[in-house]
């Protein structure tokens, strides 16, 4: 009976471990989109500038980030994408190209769709029919 409970202890302690990574993840993965709607919405330079220097380090942050998986790599990968549009679209901040770091900046809308499609729980059709 005691092992019973040992192992049940220590199963309830892994399983809490991970939901906090996880936890973890979601968090930080919800202040980089709020940054995203702050920066499109941002009026001045500097500040979109700033907002997307925070958004960059979220990224790396959450690259450190064990994922479901089958998807670490595809994740890490999709995170560097967004990181590189970022950094695109912060070089033409700088360089007065507005119109162009508008653009760059809502393509990242859409990696984001892609990548999160990764990451979300299987429906109940395929719950029943795999």
Not at 67 to 72: C, E, L, V
Not at 82 to 90: E, H, K, M, R
């Amino acid at each position: 009976m005691k092992y019973l409970s040992f192992l049940i202890f220590i199963f309830s302690l892994v399983s809490f471990n991970s939901y906090a990574k996880q936890s973890d993840l979601s968090v930080t993965m919800k202040n980089i989109g709020h940054l995203y709607k702050k920066t499109l919405k941002a009026g001045d330079n500097e500040q979109r500038v700033q907002h997307i220097s925070e958004m960059i380090e979220l990224l790396e942050k959450s690259k450190k980030a064990k994922f479901k998986s089958g998807t670490q790599e595809e994740s890490v990968q999709g995170l560097n994408k967004v990181i590189s549009a970022l950094t695109l679209a912060q070089k033409q901040i700088l360089a007065g190209k507005i119109d162009e770091s508008e653009s760059t900046l809502l393509k990242i809308d859409g990696l984001r769709k892609q990548y999160h499609k990764l990451h979300e729980p299987p429906s109940f059709w395929e719950l029943i029919f795999g």
